[in-house]
């Protein structure tokens, strides 16, 4: 079983950026994506970003597409997520999840079978 580790949330003005970080610990890095997922309280978790591990493709969101990016070192099995112009929307708690499937899709959380225990992002003035 994978372990997943997130950081780097904390609390930001609108307008304003994080960097999340999620360590993988698997010794070859046997997934073929990584995603992130968040769940604002009251929501249900949706996901907001996933990239292949092995060509580095992406999908992301409708509602952070142009803000955020996500991106990834396999070498420090790391996965990132910046997440620039915040707005108090997106205010979650974020995971980080792996997907071990050939095919992975984020809006199907059951690809994805390891998680991380969330870091929380406020966005507030």
């Known amino acids: 079983q994978l372990q997943l580790v997130e950081s780097g949330g904390g609390l930001v003005q609108p307008g304003g950026s994080l960097r999340l970080s999620c360590v993988v610990s698997a010794p070859g890095f046997d997934t073929y994506a990584i995603g992130w997922f968040r769940q604002a309280p009251g929501k249900e978790r949706e996901g907001v970003s996933i990239i292949s591990v092995s060509t580095g493709s992406t999908n992301y969101a409708d509602s952070v597409k142009g803000r955020f990016a996500i991106s990834r070192d396999n070498a420090q099995n790391m996965v990132y997520l910046q997440m620039n112009s915040l707005k108090p929307e997106d205010t979650a708690v974020y995971y980080c999840?792996?997907?071990?499937?050939?095919?992975?899709?984020?809006?199907?959380?059951?690809?994805?079978?390891?998680w991380g225990q969330g870091t929380q992002v406020t966005v507030s003035s």
């Open positions: 999840a792996a997907c071990v499937h050939r095919f992975c899709v984020m809006e199907d959380e059951d690809d994805f079978s390891s």
